[in-house]
C-alpha cells in the first residue's frame, strides 16, 4: 500500500472498448429487449402486405427502419416529437393503404420530469395509430413512459427496447423478422396489463 501504482492511460479508451466488450454490450441489449404482446402472432414479422414502418421522434430513417428494411418491402414515414394536427392527419389517412404499421418511438431521453422526450403531440398520434392500424409498437424508451399511450393495449404487438441508440434499435429489427427470439422481462409494471415480470417469446424463423 506504500507503493503507489499507477495505470498507464495511454490507449485506455482503446483498452476499454474492446470488441469483444462491444459485442457482449451488444448482447445484453438484445437480451433485454421484452416482447409483451403479440396478439394474432403478428410478430416475427412477415412480408405479406403493404408495411409501412413509422417513426416519431427521428425525422430521417434511422438504424431501425433501415435494419427492418433489408428483410421486409416496406416505406419509411418519419415525423418529429412534436408533429402538427395537420401532419396527423395526414400520416393517419395514408396508413390506411398498409396492412401492417410497424411504430417506433425513438429519440428520446432520461428525464422523467419531461415524459423522458415523448411529447403529447407524439403521444396522441401513437394512440390513433394503435387505435386504427394492424400495429406493431417499438419503445426505444423508459417502459413508464409507454402508460401514455392510451391505446396501448389495441396495439398487436408490443415491444419494449428501453434504450435508444443505434445497436439496440439494429438488435431490435432482427428481433422483429424473428433473426432472434426475444428472452427479456419486464423490469417495472407498465400499467395493470403489462406488470413486472412480463416477457413473451417465440421461435426464430429457420
Same mark, same amino acid.
Given at each position: 500500500?506504500?507503493?503507489?501504482?499507477?495505470?498507464?492511460?495511454?490507449?485506455?479508451?482503446?483498452? @476499454?472498448? &474492446?470488441?469483444?466488450?462491444?459485442?457482449?454490450?451488444?448482447?445484453?441489449?438484445?437480451?433485454?429487449?421484452? @416482447?409483451?404482446?403479440?396478439?394474432?402472432?403478428?410478430?416475427?414479422?412477415?412480408?405479406? %402486405?403493404?408495411?409501412?414502418?413509422?417513426?416519431?421522434?427521428?425525422?430521417?430513417?434511422?438504424? *431501425?427502419?433501415?435494419?427492418?428494411?433489408?428483410? @421486409?418491402?416496406?416505406?419509411?414515414?418519419?415525423? %418529429?416529437? &412534436?408533429?402538427?394536427?395537420?401532419?396527423?392527419?395526414?400520416?393517419?389517412?395514408?396508413?390506411?393503404?398498409?396492412?401492417?404499421?410497424?411504430?417506433?418511438?425513438?429519440? &428520446?431521453?432520461?428525464?422523467?420530469?419531461?415524459? *423522458?422526450? *415523448?411529447?403529447?403531440?407524439?403521444?396522441?398520434?401513437?394512440?390513433?395509430? #394503435?387505435?386504427?392500424?394492424?400495429?406493431?409498437?417499438? %419503445?426505444?424508451?423508459?417502459?413508464?413512459?409507454?402508460?401514455?399511450?392510451?391505446?396501448?393495449?389495441?396495439?398487436?404487438?408490443?415491444?419494449?427496447?428501453?434504450?435508444?441508440?443505434?445497436?439496440?434499435?439494429?438488435?431490435?429489427?432482427?428481433?422483429?423478422?424473428? #433473426?432472434?427470439?426475444?428472452? #427479456?422481462?419486464?423490469?417495472?409494471?407498465?400499467?395493470?396489463?403489462?406488470?413486472? #415480470?412480463?416477457?413473451?417469446?417465440?421461435?426464430?424463423?429457420?
Amino acid at each position: 500500500l506504500n507503493n503507489n501504482q499507477y495505470v498507464n492511460t495511454t490507449n485506455l479508451v482503446a483498452d @476499454l472498448n &474492446t470488441s469483444k466488450a462491444d459485442k457482449l454490450n451488444r448482447i445484453i441489449k438484445r437480451d433485454a429487449i421484452t @416482447l409483451v404482446q403479440n396478439n394474432k402472432a403478428i410478430l416475427p414479422l412477415k412480408a405479406n %402486405g403493404k408495411i409501412a414502418l413509422v417513426d416519431i421522434g427521428d425525422e430521417n430513417p434511422n438504424a *431501425f427502419q433501415q435494419t427492418l428494411s433489408n428483410y @421486409l418491402p416496406a416505406v419509411y414515414f418519419n415525423v %418529429g416529437k &412534436t408533429p402538427s394536427q395537420k401532419e396527423q392527419r395526414e400520416l393517419l389517412d395514408t396508413l390506411k393503404n398498409f396492412e401492417t404499421v410497424v411504430l417506433a418511438i425513438s429519440n &428520446t431521453n432520461i428525464l422523467a420530469k419531461k415524459n *423522458f422526450g *415523448f411529447t403529447d403531440e407524439g403521444v396522441a398520434l401513437a394512440s390513433a395509430i #394503435g387505435e386504427a392500424n394492424n400495429a406493431v409498437l417499438v %419503445g426505444f424508451i423508459n417502459p413508464y413512459a409507454l402508460n401514455r399511450i392510451g391505446t396501448l393495449a389495441q396495439f398487436d404487438g408490443i415491444l419494449v427496447a428501453y434504450q435508444d441508440d443505434e445497436d439496440t434499435q439494429v438488435e431490435a429489427a432482427q428481433l422483429l423478422v424473428g #433473426g432472434v427470439a426475444p428472452t #427479456g422481462k419486464l423490469p417495472v409494471s407498465i400499467n395493470n396489463d403489462f406488470t413486472s #415480470g412480463t416477457g413473451l417469446t417465440y421461435a426464430t424463423k429457420p
